[in-house]
């Protein structure tokens, strides 16, 4: 593999914005030297963590050892060919690669599940045989349905040595597939409800760009956080600074977020799940005054009143009756109603409806947030029918609604292989398969692609990830199921960079090579350019490890498979076959060498732009929507058919109209909410991407874990800032410092998710790590069998 080995001089650090590229710590020097000292070796590596975005490393190497880490140099300031200057995460990679606790040899576990210390070393040559022995062993035994490549985002953007989110890391899912296939699941726990939300509403998903909002009068964003979850110096964080200037914004959230920081005109704090409500009688107002677009609505869609209701619908179950109190539950959806539920003064509930009504062109965007909850589905489908009542969507400055878009990468995934067996499940119901799989059906598990499985999950892949326990609900709920069962009934193989919380349920424990010390080639679809990362490496590992294509060979030739999945080549073959591959999609992209030799490859795209369904509004005739109608479908008669159809546990429901429900743990839950009177939900924090980087000092040192309480709730509890509290309810309990803040409002709580589960008190269920999903539930939303992670009730008191 060529390396880099030419030395550049290189432009001094500076800070994109305050949240971005700042240097973290004193032993990083403040300016790069204008000619590298002798002996340094420069390659670029990227940071492929699933923040939503992949930022260049700069990687500084002396004999093969990692001086410093800088950050994207090429360019500038302006908008469009800016610099894509990593966030303290990607900076600290150094960190990362040194850290003592990263796994450095191959690893057999010798006693219970779930604890650092059942784990003794082994050989690479007795992992790899007993990986090999036990797949090929449960295909023997149970067939495909058995054998699950797990969910795990930990190298989303390393395109060709391990990337996306679900394969085993691409190449692991060719193997399976030469087994016989495997057990696939649809959906990720990012963005699932809103997906399963638009593709019932307008049969696929799309959003404007953030450059859209550039054309728009009013910007309104329900539970968006670009500033903390987009921090990548070229991504949503600076799209939404540059975009949203001089512009009225108005941010729906519980808690006041970063990106409403100095930016907002209004912070309007709602109560987490009733965002549906709020739509509804934002609905009533604008309904009531006469400005729902009728023609439009009429022309476009199916079901806002009883012009365009299907003939199956029953009388009175259209969209329009239902918010003025004319449909079943006979409730009219006024502000005052709304009020109540969501926490949100009626009369600024009446002043949000004149200023959509008012904007000529409102720009309606969600974060992932508001969705991540027990009927999340409702407040994606309820959110995404305000710029449809204003007849306002289709035309530049305005939005479908969600979560507004950048550009593309043109580097793809290498192959993972067609999969010969079709069943398939939701990423969230795993844990019940294990249990139940054989039992799980189309009407009540999701199941897809068959109508059975011949077998509960046995085997699983889990690569790049800590979704085994950390980062999926219930994290004690589901240490009981892995925990009781032995190898032979469940074996599991764990491939990461750390002893993670997920690891010490593995069977074998394979230690991976990080992205600085790998050759791939990522890129970054920023809005207006396209970075495009050579990455290669200089770096002596210090720890015995193995890359994803690499471990997946040596499995593949314990079961003769090495031919047919490798075809003969080796991985710098295929990254020079697959770059080809897609070189031939885009003349743009330089030849290798070149891009090696050069760095950083910017490809600048200053047209790029999307107007969210603009064809289908411009011609609905020629361009149909894939929905069965072939419009925008506000009453689904699909998902009516699958109301009476489905089996739903008692309280959970699927309406055809898109519509608030009271949901389980809900604010309006009084009868648990006497025990567990406290909201809480867990953002996504600047700190780390998930549970990535946790274990990185300088982190948590910037941003403290504990959980956001509001001075009202802590003074009712005698909590002061900085007191270590019990949040608790049935799951379990978490021990953790208090932040009490105003930055939250009232009756709500959050912890940051991805803290690390501190499993020494596994049977007591108190967890002293933080992590937010000892107190999630595993109860899977009614349409997408998604995650629910931003429902819970706790009680929080003084430790
Ligand atoms: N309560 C709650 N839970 C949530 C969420 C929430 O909002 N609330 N959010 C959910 C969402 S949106 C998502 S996407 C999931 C994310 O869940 P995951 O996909 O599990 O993401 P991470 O927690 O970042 O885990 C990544 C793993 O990859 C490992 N890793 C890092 N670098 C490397 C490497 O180079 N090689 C290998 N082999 N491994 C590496 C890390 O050590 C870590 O174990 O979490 C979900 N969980
Ligand atoms: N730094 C960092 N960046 C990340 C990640 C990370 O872990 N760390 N994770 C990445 C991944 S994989 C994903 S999927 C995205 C996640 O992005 P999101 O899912 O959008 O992030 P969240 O923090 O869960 O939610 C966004 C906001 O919604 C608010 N919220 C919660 N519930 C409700 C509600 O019911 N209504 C309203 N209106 N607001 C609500 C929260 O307070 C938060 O401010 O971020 C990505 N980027
Ligand atoms: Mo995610």
Redesign the pocket.
Same mark, same amino acid.
């Given at each position: 593999m060529e390396r880099r080995s030419f030395l550049k001089a290189s432009a001094a650090l500076g800070c994109a914005a305050t949240i971005t590229g700042c240097k973290t710590s004193s032993d990083e020097p403040n300016k790069v030297p204008e000619v590298p000292p002798v002996g340094e070796k420069v390659d670029w590596s990227c940071c492929t963590?699933?923040c939503g975005h992949n930022c260049p490393l700069k990687v500084i190497t002396v004999d093969g050892k990692i001086t410093r880490i800088e950050t994207d140099d090429v360019g500038g300031d302006e908008f469009g060919t800016h610099q894509v200057r990593a966030c303290l995460k990607g900076r600290s990679s150094r960190k990362k690669v040194y850290s003592p606790d990263r796994l450095n040899r191959p690893m057999k576990r010798v006693g219970p599940r779930g604890h650092a210390s059942s784990f003794i070393e082994c050989s690479w040559d007795e992992a790899f045989n007993t990986i090999a022995e036990n797949l090929q062993k449960v295909y023997n035994e149970a067939g495909p349905s058995a054998v699950y490549p797990h969910?795990?985002?930990?190298?989303l953007y390393a395109r060709y040595s391990g990337g996306d989110?679900r394969w085993a890391g691409q190449w692991g899912a060719k193997l399976l597939c030469e087994m016989g296939g495997y057990l696939s699941h649809y959906g990720?726990?990012?963005s699932s409800q809103q997906l399963a939300a638009m593709y019932y509403t307008y049969g696929t998903i799309t959003s404007s760009t953030y450059t859209e909002m550039l054309h728009s009068d009013l910007v309104v964003a329900f539970g968006f956080n670009p500033a903390e979850t987009r921090m990548s110096g070229g991504g949503g964080t600076y799209d939404w600074s540059t975009c949203t200037q001089g512009k009225k914004v108005i941010m729906i959230d519980p808690r006041y977020s970063d990106s409403a920081l100095g930016k907002e005109d209004k912070w309007l704090a709602i109560r987490p799940g009733t965002d549906a409500a709020l739509c509804e009688a934002l609905a009533y107002e604008i309904i009531r005054q006469g400005k729902a677009d009728k023609a439009f609505l009429d022309k476009y869609c199916i079901g806002y009143d009883s012009d365009t209701l299907p003939a199956s619908a029953k009388p009175n179950s259209d969209y329009k009756s239902h918010i003025l109190g004319l449909g079943e539950d006979g409730i009219a959806k006024t502000p005052e109603w709304a009020a109540k539920i969501t926490g949100i003064a009626s009369n600024e509930i009446v002043a949000l409806a004149q200023d959509l009504m008012n904007a000529s062109t409102p720009f309606i965007c969600q974060g992932l947030g508001p969705q991540?909850h027990a009927i999340g589905e409702q407040t994606v489908r309820s959110i995404v029918i305000l710029p449809l009542l204003l007849g306002k969507i289709g035309i530049s400055g305005t939005n479908s609604g969600i979560w507004p878009s950048h550009g593309r990468s043109s580097i793809s995934l290498s192959p993972k292989g067609d999969n010969p067996y079709s069943g398939s499940i939701s990423f969230f119901t795993w844990s019940d398969a294990i249990v139940r799989g054989v039992d799980f059906t189309p009407e009540k598990d999701g199941l897809k692609g068959v109508e059975k499985l011949d077998s509960n999950i046995r085997f699983i892949w889990n690569?790049?990830?800590?979704?085994l326990i950390?980062?999926h609900s219930d994290s004690f709920g589901t240490h009981e199921i892995l925990a009781s069962r032995e190898a032979d009934e469940l074996f599991i193989l764990v491939?990461?960079?750390?002893m993670?919380p997920?690891a010490k349920y593995a069977d074998i424990l394979l230690p991976?090579l990080?992205?600085l010390e790998h050759t791939d080639i990522s890129a970054f679809g920023g809005t207006n350019q396209e970075t495009v990362i050579p990455m290669t490496t200089s770096v002596n590992s210090p720890v015995d490890a193995k890359g994803c294509f690499e471990v997946t060979y040596e499995i593949a030739k314990r079961l003769g498979l090495e031919g047919a999945v490798f075809e003969g080549k080796n991985y710098d073959q295929w990254l020079d076959e697959l770059y080809k591959r897609d070189q031939a999609n885009n003349a743009k992209l330089p030849d290798y060498k070149d891009l090696v030799e050069g760095g950083l490859y910017k490809i600048p795209n200053p047209d790029f732009k999307n107007v969210a369904f603009s064809s289908f509004f411009a011609d609905p005739e020629a361009n149909k929507l894939s929905t069965p109608s072939g419009k925008v479908e506000i009453y689904s008669e699909t998902l009516a058919a699958m109301s009476t159809q489905w089996e739903l546990p008692e309280g959970d429901l699927i309406p055809a109209i898109p519509m608030y429900h009271k949901t389980w743990e809900s604010y309006e839950d009084t009868e648990t909410r006497e025990q567990f009177p406290l909201q809480l939900i867990?953002h *996504?924090t600047k700190s780390r991407?998930?549970?990535?980087f946790h274990n990185i000092k300088w982190l948590t040192e910037a941003v403290e874990d504990a959980v956001w309480i509001n001075p009202k709730d802590a003074a009712e509890r005698g909590i002061t800032d900085g007191a270590k509290v019990e949040i608790s309810n049935d799951r379990g309990s978490v021990i953790i410092a208090a932040k009490v803040t105003p930055l939250i409002m009232p009756g709500v709580t959050s912890l940051a998710?991805?803290a690390w589960l501190n499993s020494d008190n596994l049977s007591t269920k108190v967890d002293t790590g933080g992590n937010?999903?000892a107190l999630?539930k595993y109860h899977p939303t009614p349409i997408g069998k998604c995650n629910p992670? *931003?429902t819970n009730l706790v009680e929080i008191r003084l430790a």
């Open positions: 963590c699933n969910y795990g985002t930990g190298r989110w990720t726990y990012s991540r690569y790049a990830g800590n979704a950390n980062q491939h990461d960079v750390f993670t997920s991976d990080t992205d867990g *996504h991407t998930h549970s990535s998710q991805g937010v999903n999630t992670q *931003h």
